[in-house]
């Protein structure tokens, strides 16, 4: 890991700044101690989506929840999301 992050380092010191690529090194670099953990521990998850998929259902719905029809019925909904 420590040839990889060297490799990184002299790559992202040769590249434009502005580019794409130049971007995706920095981006790399800057999460270097959470990418090590995860190579070395292996039982890490390399993303959320499982966790997103469960949330999605809430963040559209709150799009939806927006017209309730009346005031009164808002606030009602707002007290039983809140319970959720």
Excluded: C, M
């Excluded at 700044?17 to 790399?28: H, M, P, R, V």
């Excluded at 390399?46 to 606030?75: C, H, M, Y």
């Amino acid at each position: 890991l420590e040839a990889l992050h060297d490799w990184l380092v002299q790559t992202r010191a040769q590249t434009a700044n502005e580019g794409g690529s130049a971007k995706a090194l920095d981006y790399t670099l800057k999460r270097w101690v959470s990418l090590i953990r995860y190579a070395q521990t292996g039982h890490l998850p390399i993303d959320n989506n499982p966790v997103e998929n469960i949330i999605r259902p809430i963040a559209i719905g709150k799009k939806n929840w927006l017209f309730t029809g009346s005031e009164r019925a808002g606030q009602r909904a707002a007290a039983i999301q809140t319970l959720l």
